[in-house]
């Protein structure tokens, strides 16, 4: 149903599409997009739309969302050498995009059986034009003998909007459930904010940081500029709005399959505040570190630690609209803490092998070295600084304890070539990626292995 107006507000039509209050409203993506539907229905109205119109105008809103289109508005191409972050958000923008596409062709039915009351007279908006392209068939049908300039106008926002709709859910693992700020020129108030996001996305890897502060402009409408600090508060890895925060999805997945980039938000009645979580070393290069070979080995046999480890996530004091975070880790009554920022980093960097699903995605020639000597799990958790090697691989196995304290182990090692490897597959060197031990100096750091348990199956 679309927003009722209060006896204050002018009603729908005329050059009004929406009953939204000055100051913003938070909405979810089927909410607003329910309430942009007088702008559809202005163009069934103005054209004279009919039932055999329909598919002109869904296989319209299904080009414009799609990916690699002509039509298209998210010119992203994504093939297995992408960026994980484009590889993630370009998923994100293929599955928002069919289920808009889905609505819109539910509500085009709808509205032409049973149509929005209009009482302020018949929708004329001027909408300023974004450059989407139209297929040839939706080109005649909008600006041929049947259309004109104000179906074309309101079309054109309708079209708009829901674009932008996509594109600021495109962090959010769970859009659906994403309160999005709303004004009264709906979602254009992300316009600059939008292109800024996508820029970043389609020229070069885009940060994390970038993606975090887009989504928190969609859901606040306060800027942040990634790596400086403003009157916003600072970039950061998630970050805390009225009703809710946002953070990254590894936090509720396994490490090992879980998004690398992607956040996740989780209604807390008691965030009233915007706030920024920020790592506690914005340059982990400056941070302390320890060799590996200096902490003891494993006691036994190489093989997970004895007893479990047990974790929780404990968050600091605000300061300057930012805090930290850190994972509490407990174990035989000590306890040890990684800051949550650096575990995430550590998460994002660390390699994954492919097809991680099942022992069987293992071929059966694959390449194995000696099992590397097993380093002790707890006092590595405990090391001061980032542990790292350069004296040849090394193994950490956290096999038998819970995803935070693999993600607590991940923020522990120093995030430069990192890998994480499921229990049910022999330590390999990393064929599928050859330039995973080199670094720019060519002299890096050898690499660490992190032994998990694997994936479960259904």
Not at 214 to 231: K, L, W, Y
Not at 238 to 249: I, M, Q
Not at 285 to 299: D, F, G, K, Q, S
Request: charge should be negative; charged fraction near 15%; include cysteine.
């Amino acid at each position: 149903m679309p927003i009722a107006p209060t006896p204050s507000t002018p009603a729908l039509g005329g050059s009004r599409w929406n009953t939204f209050p000055a100051a913003g409203t938070a909405l979810t993506a089927r909410e607003f997009f329910t309430a942009t539907e007088p702008l559809l229905q202005g163009v069934i109205d103005d054209n004279a739309l009919t039932a055999a119109d329909g598919e002109v105008l869904e296989t319209q809103i299904r080009a414009t969302l799609a990916l690699g289109t002509r039509e298209t508005s998210l010119p992203l191409a994504v093939g297995p050498g992408s960026a994980p972050a484009a590889r993630e958000l370009g998923a994100q923008a293929e599955e928002i995009g069919r289920e808009l596409a889905s609505w819109a062709t539910a509500a085009l039915k709808r509205l032409l059986a049973d149509r929005i009351a209009l009482p302020a007279g018949p929708l004329v908006v001027r909408s300023h034009c974004y450059g989407h392209l139209l297929t040839p068939p939706a080109t005649d049908l909008l600006l041929g003998r049947r259309g004109g300039p104000v179906t074309m106008q309101l079309y054109n926002e309708w079209l708009h909007q829901v674009v932008l709709l996509r594109d600021a859910l495109l962090p959010f693992t769970n859009w659906q459930d994403v309160p999005l700020l709303i004004t009264p020129t709906g979602l254009r108030h992300i316009e600059p904010a939008r292109d800024a996001f996508l820029t970043e996305l389609l020229v070069r890897q885009i940060r994390h940081t970038s993606i975090v502060a887009f989504a928190r402009h969609a859901v606040t409408g306060t800027p942040i500029t990634p790596g400086t600090p403003n009157a916003s508060g600072p970039a950061g890895y998630g970050f805390e709005a009225s009703g809710g925060t946002a953070l990254p999805a590894v936090l509720d997945q396994p490490p090992l399959t879980a998004p690398r980039y992607l956040l996740t938000w989780r209604p807390d009645p008691a965030a009233d505040e915007t706030v920024t979580h920020v790592a506690e070393l914005r340059d982990y290069y400056a941070a302390p570190r320890t060799l590996v070979e200096h902490l003891p080995p494993a006691t036994a046999t190489p093989g997970p630690l004895t007893g479990r480890i047990t974790a929780r996530v404990v968050a600091g004091p605000v300061a300057d609209g930012a805090r930290t975070a850190t994972i509490e880790l407990t174990h035989d009554g000590a306890t040890a803490h990684v800051d949550l920022g650096q575990a995430l980093r550590g998460h994002r960097f660390a390699h994954r092998p492919d097809g991680v699903t099942s022992a069987a995605a293992l071929p059966a020639d694959a390449p194995a070295a000696d099992p590397p000597a097993a380093t002790d799990l707890w006092t590595a958790l405990r090391a001061p600084g980032l542990v790292w090697t350069e004296a040849g691989d090394a193994v950490l196995d956290a096999t038998g304890q819970g995803d935070l304290v693999v993600l607590a182990l991940l923020g522990r090692l120093y995030p430069e070539n990192v890998t994480l490897n499921p229990a049910d597959r022999p330590v390999t060197h990393p064929t599928d990626h050859p330039t995973d031990r080199a670094t720019a100096s060519g002299n890096g750091p050898s690499r660490l292995v992190a032994r998990i348990d694997p994936p479960q199956t259904n």
